[in-house]
Nanobody, 129 residues
Framework: QVQLVESGGGLVQPGGSLRLSCTAS????????IGWFRQAPGKEREEVAC????????NYTDSVKGRFTVFRDNAKNTVTLQMNSLKAEDTAVYYC??????????????????????WGQGTQVTVSS
């Protein structure tokens, strides 16, 4: 059975750090592009970061550049989102999603409208004092 599971969410104070993990079962995560997304209450889901397959580069949305970092641990079949200097506006449910197409165009692979994204169930991140 193919599964994609996020973990690591929780409550953190502004300025704090949190590490989210996206763990795959049933397939090799390194073979696929992965996007991190978030959805805040009353807001549309948005892209946070998108990392290419097989050691490729990562793109970040402007609001998280310099604060968030994506890295892979291929031995554990996981992708991690390291979040530093957290702000209240980072509060959201965070999702990872895998682009199941092997060679999607780079500009399309992490779009919310990509019909080939396979989603995890999400993990709640709350930034509050």
């Amino acid at each position: 059975q193919v599964q994609l599971v996020e973990s690591g969410g929780g409550l953190v104070q502004p300025g704090g750090s949190l590490r989210l993990s996206c763990t795959a079962s049933g397939f090799t995560l390194d073979d696929y592009a992965i996007g991190w997304f978030r959805q805040a209450p009353g807001k549309e889901r948005e892209e946070v970061a998108c990392t290419s397959k097989n050691g490729g580069s990562t793109n970040y949305t402007d609001s998280v550049k310099g604060r968030f970092t994506v890295f892979r641990d291929n031995a554990k079949n996981t992708v991690t989102l390291q979040m530093n200097s957290l702000k209240a506006e980072d509060t959201a449910v965070y999702y990872c999603a895998v682009d199941l197409l092997p060679d999607s165009p780079v500009e399309a692979m992490c779009l919310m409208t990509n019909p080939h994204l396979y989603w995890g169930q999400g993990t709640q991140v709350t930034v509050s004092s």
